[in-house]
Structure formats: C-alpha cells, structure tokens
C-alpha cells in the first residue's frame, strides 16, 4: 500500500491546553480511515492539524511525501486534501451551483472540466441536482451534508478529509451519509472520516485509530476494533 498522508508525534497546542499528545496516524491510498472518540478527544483537532488550520508545535505532517506541516492552509488544499468541517459550512445564501464552483477554485482546464465535475457530482447527489438553484440555507440537513461534501469533491482531492458528517442528522438519514461516504471511496477516492457514531464509522472503515484526551489508544482494522472490549464498552454502547 502507498502511504497517502502520515503524522508523526504530532502535538497540537490551543494555547496552554495539550490537544494532541504524540498522535501518530497513518493514511494508505484508497482506504478509509477513522478516528473515533469521545467529545475533546482530539478528533477535529487532528483533522485541523493536518490541514493546516491548526499548526502543531512538535511533529511531523507527511502528504505524498512531502512534508506540509508548516505549509498555509491553501496551499494544503491545493496539494489535494479537501477537508469537509463540523457543521458543513456551506453559503447559506449562494445556491447549489453557486456553492460547488466555489468548491472549484483550484480546478484547472477551464468551464468545461468544471462543468464535467459537476455532472460527476450530480450523478452521485441526485437530489442536489433537483435543487440546483436553491439557496444553500434553504436545504435540509441532510441535503446540506451533500453538498458540503460534494463541493469538497469538486476539487478532485487526493484525501477527503470528513468531520462528523452524520452529526445533527435524524437517523433515517445517516445511513444514506453513510453510504455515500462508501460511494466516495469506491469511486477510488482516500478518506480520513471523524465520527462519533464509531459503528457505522468503523463498519466502513478499513483501519480505525482510537483516541482518549489527545492520545491514541487502539489501532486496528474496522472488523477488530468492532469486536474489541474497550471499543463496545466504550463507544458502541454495550457492558
């Protein structure tokens, strides 16, 4: 397997408060990958350290061999790692359209490779195409998960960078969340997917990590972290 994306000792610092404490993950192409733990584990953190949102203080960030641990969060973007934030952060007031030719500001090749990514992802977010022109503010939920995701998309990512996309979501939807997240990455697409829901997370993940207060804990294959003890206790609900 190709090595994608690596931290190495990575500690994250929001002033006096140690967030991340030595994190060391690894992202081989064409897998997913999760990240599981409680609120305040370290999570987003790690999401935000790797795209340059948040700068570490000691250790390494690796992507494509190359290290881009000092590197300005747009000039990460424009490496390949597309990051889908906690809460999705759309334009509200911008439309759907509007919205995935922000997510194609990188994209070189002119209207035409943009417009053939759009189709891409209206192939795979039927319903953001029945809402093309409906403001970004105005969509459910779910639908605002879509599109968060597939303006992500829009740049062609090496890595997709996934926070909580089930979050805040009534159940009936994040099975379909779920599912596209499948999607994604059998059309050959590397994800790195935060999640609080570790069942559904790990049940599609190859490999998963576990982290407790900035550290990682467990890392396993999804299938053996499912039937790990500290894992169902801990995260999956069971005594």
Do not use: C
């Amino acid at each position: 397997m190709t090595v994608l994306l690596e931290l190495t000792q990575v500690h994250t610092y929001y002033g006096h408060i140690h967030a991340l404490k030595g994190v060391s993950v690894r992202v081989d192409q064409g897998e997913v990958v999760t990240l599981v733990g409680a609120n305040g584990a370290g999570k987003t953190t790690t999401l935000k350290t790797i795209s340059g949102i948040t700068r570490p203080k000691r250790g390494k960030v690796m992507f494509n061999g190359q290290d881009i641990t000092d590197m300005a969060p747009h000039h990460i973007s424009a490496q390949g790692i597309a990051h889908v934030p906690e809460g999705r952060r759309i334009f509200p007031l911008l439309s759907v359209r509007e919205n995935l030719e922000v997510g194609s500001w990188n994209v070189k090749g002119g209207r035409g490779i943009i417009s053939d990514r759009m189709n891409q992802m209206f192939d795979m977010f039927p319903r953001l195409k029945e809402r093309i022109n409906q403001k970004g503010g105005t969509l459910s939920g779910g639908e605002q998960q879509m599109l968060a995701m597939a303006r992500a998309l829009m740049m062609a990512p090496s890595v997709l960078l996934l926070d909580e996309p089930s979050m805040g979501l009534a159940p009936v939807l994040v099975e379909g969340i779920f599912e596209i997240v499948k999607r994604i990455n059998e059309a050959g697409n590397t994800v790195l997917l935060v999640e609080q829901n570790a069942l559904m997370a790990l049940e599609i993940a190859h490999r998963g990590y576990v982290l407790q207060t900035g550290e990682i804990v467990l890392e396993d294959t999804g299938a053996a972290l499912l039937q790990n003890d500290l894992v169902r206790k801990a995260y999956l609900g069971e005594t």
